[in-house]
């Protein structure tokens, strides 16, 4: 049984496509956060699981159970927005148990939630304050509390932490998940923010133009990119795509940049699909914190680079490099020092390369 | 040389520009007295006027103050002298107004709330375009509509009644206040009505009890506003109606023009004060709130 389920779903404004196709499938306890650039269609989708938005297309199943028609009150979910959404009118306690009002639970009960949630979550202080005498962290707190009282099967965040500043968001970003472990609920999490992704999530999904792009754990996310848009958007910098191609010659297989010479011998990489490679144009990828100014490993490859310009970023220093009339960047250590408009030796780290197909950008 | 020779000119300067802020500052008081006084001064005629005998008014001039405090003319305008035929008083008209006022105020304030509500929060398609022709009926002189509002109001057979009244004020106040309103709820979060819908609320629990709570600035701004724009009404309140429905301010002008005798300038100023008052006091009442709820945005939650 999954948790939930979504099938084949599409979705336009008018002629707009916002989400095309969507297949995805989570699993009791996990935390599967949707990520993407704004206008992906993140959000929309979120919004189609709690049923606040319809579906042109496709299916949603809550616990094998279509849903796709059913009222965002009887689909057992609860959601916590980016504005809180906390009734101004209201004090904490009234916001708190207002769903539960609204699905007649009887008063003992109701009681009994508030009291348990509101001791967790540390709120217990603040019930019968107005939301406008809240601060940031406590209003979200609130807003949790409020999804949390009514023990819903999935929880649905929307770009929750968006409106705290950058140390309140830390904050909340571990408290979220020390929530998630300590209650292991389902979560499906919108953000646009990859560090905040990378933190939560058991599961990513990255999105784009309406089509999830890739949707795995963290480590592959970050290691093995389906496509360059996912190579592109995660890490900070982000990967260096190198143009060049492929040469395949008994059985080496190497990469040379456009415009170079040099051979970067690629044998131990892992190919999905092995076949008709030589002279295959690709992007030789490799991250910024995977080229080395020391030698690290002993299959390290080293190459001769100039450095053109030097960012200093306080514990580290972002340096750009030439490649054959290439920009590609690299982090190193602040402590090292270095020469500019100087060629110098570094080491490209092999085990961490991810190639892509020129034409059809995904992963090879 | 050269610093002697500034700060001696910065001295001069600083003279001169204290002496430019004081006659500035004296202009602008005598400029604000000026227009005050133009403002207050016709009120200061209608009121000591209304004070005066008969007498005195003929001998004084306009501007003389009243020998004594003499409320007689005010009861007269509203209570009358008490015979019979061609004795109009304000008294009925007054409650007529009131009869027809505080309803038509309600409804139109409460559904334009409701449009508002519906406009911003419940977008359907097309909504645009209803509120686009619902704001033609800002603009559309109210002479245009008075014959065939005067059909309307006959085959529904309620042409000269208070009702009437209450009906053609409702229905022209309705591009205003939902004018109002939408533009209220539309700083209000939308996701408020999702977190609500979510918990299980529906349309009007939506309404009553997450919006209309916290829509009391914007509120006050309709009331004050279609209060004073159907109270001071004459238009509608002449075509529509007369004889006994009559609204005050048709009562006052039929109370002024249609004197047989000699022309009582003291009870027709403190019958045109009569039907001024009830707009003062909700302006003294709710004034300091119209400005507030004209200019506020977005609602913190």
């Not at chain 1, 989708?45 to 938005?53: D, K, M, P, S, Y």
């Not at chain 1, 990469?255 to 044998?267: R, Y």
Request: glycine letters at 6%.
């Amino acid at each position: 049984m999954k948790t939930l389920k979504i099938e084949e779903l599409s979705k336009n404004f008018g002629t707009t496509e916002v989400l095309r196709k969507i297949n995805l499938e989570i699993d009791e306890g996990n935390f599967l956060v949707l990520l993407g650039p704004s206008g992906c269609g993140k959000s929309t989708l979120l919004n189609i699981i709690a049923g606040l938005e319809t579906i042109n297309e496709g299916n949603v199943f809550i616990d094998d159970y279509n849903v796709s028609k059913v009222e965002p009150k009887d689909r057992n979910i609860a959601m916590v927005f980016q504005s809180y959404a906390l009734y101004p009118s209201m004090n904490v306690k009234e916001n708190m148990v207002f769903g539960l009002k609204q699905a007649k639970t009887s008063k003992e009960k109701i009681e009994e939630q508030l009291e348990k949630v509101s001791t967790f979550l540390q709120v217990d202080k603040l019930l019968e304050r107005k939301p406008s005498q809240l601060s940031g962290g406590q209003r979200q707190r609130v807003a949790i509390g409020r999804a949390l009282v009514r023990e819903p099967r999935i929880f649905l965040f929307d770009e929750p932490l968006s409106n705290l500043d950058a140390k309140l968001r830390v904050e909340m970003r571990r408290e979220i998940k020390k929530l998630h472990q300590q209650l292991k609920t389902t979560v499906v999490y919108v953000t646009h923010d990859q560090t905040e992704a990378m933190s939560l999530g058991t599961k990513i999904a990255i999105m784009n133009h309406g089509v999830i792009q890739q949707n795995d754990t963290p480590e592959n996310i970050y290691n093995k990119p389906s496509n360059t848009f996912v190579a592109d958007f995660i890490g900070s910098p982000s990967m260096n795509l190198i143009k060049g191609k492929l040469i395949e010659n008994s059985n080496n297989i190497s990469f040379i940049a456009d415009g170079s010479t040099l051979e970067v011998p690629i044998n131990n990489y892992d190919f999905i699909e092995k076949s008709d490679l030589n002279n295959k144009e690709i992007y030789f990828g490799i991250r910024p914190e995977h080229i080395y100014f020391k030698k690290l490993n002993e299959e390290d490859f080293d190459i001769n680079l100039r450095a053109d310009l030097s960012e200093y970023i306080g514990h580290e220093q972002i340096v750009t490099l030439d490649y054959s009339n290439q920009e590609i960047l690299a982090k190193f250590p602040s402590t090292i020092k270095i020469e500019l408009e100087k060629e110098m030796k570094l080491y490209f780290d092999l085990k961490h390369t991810s190639l892509f197909d020129f034409k059809t950008k995904e992963r090879l | 040389m050269q610093d002697n020779y500034q700060s001696s000119s910065y001295k001069e300067l600083e003279q001169k520009s204290k002496y430019t802020n004081i006659f500035l500052r004296w202009f602008l008081y005598f400029i604000l007295i000026l227009f005050a006084s133009y403002f207050i001064f016709p009120l200061y005629v209608m009121v000591v006027t209304s004070l005066k005998t008969m007498e005195e008014i003929r001998q004084g001039t306009l501007l003389t103050w009243p020998s004594s405090l003499n409320f007689d003319s005010w009861l007269v305008a509203w209570g009358g002298r008490g015979y019979g035929a061609g004795d109009t008083f304000l008294r009925p008209y007054f409650w007529n107004s009131i009869k027809m006022v505080v309803p038509a105020v309600f409804f139109s304030t409460f559904i334009g709330a409701m449009t508002g509500y519906v406009l911003t929060k419940w977008r359907f398609k097309g909504d645009q375009w209803v509120f686009l022709f619902l704001l033609f009926g800002c603009f559309i002189p109210f002479q245009a509509i008075l014959l065939p509002m005067a059909r309307t109001l006959g085959t529904l057979g309620i042409s000269n009644s208070v009702v009437g009244l209450v009906l053609v004020h409702t229905v022209y106040g309705i591009p205003f206040t939902t004018l109002f309103f939408r533009n209220y709820y539309i700083s209000v979060p939308t996701e408020l009505v999702k977190a609500a819908r979510i918990d299980g609320a529906g349309f009007f629990k939506i309404f009553f009890k997450i919006l209309l709570p916290i829509s009391a600035p914007i509120i006050v701004v309709t009331v004050i506003w279609q209060f004073t724009q159907i109270w001071n009404d004459f238009l509608f309140g002449s075509t529509f109606s007369f004889g006994e429905a009559a609204p005050i301010q048709v009562a006052l002008n039929n109370m002024v023009l249609s004197s047989t005798s000699v022309k009582e300038y003291n009870v027709d100023m403190a019958s045109a004060i009569i039907a001024g008052i009830p707009t003062l006091i909700v302006y003294v009442l709710a004034g300091k709130y119209f400005i507030r709820g004209l200019t506020s945005g977005a609602v913190k939650g």
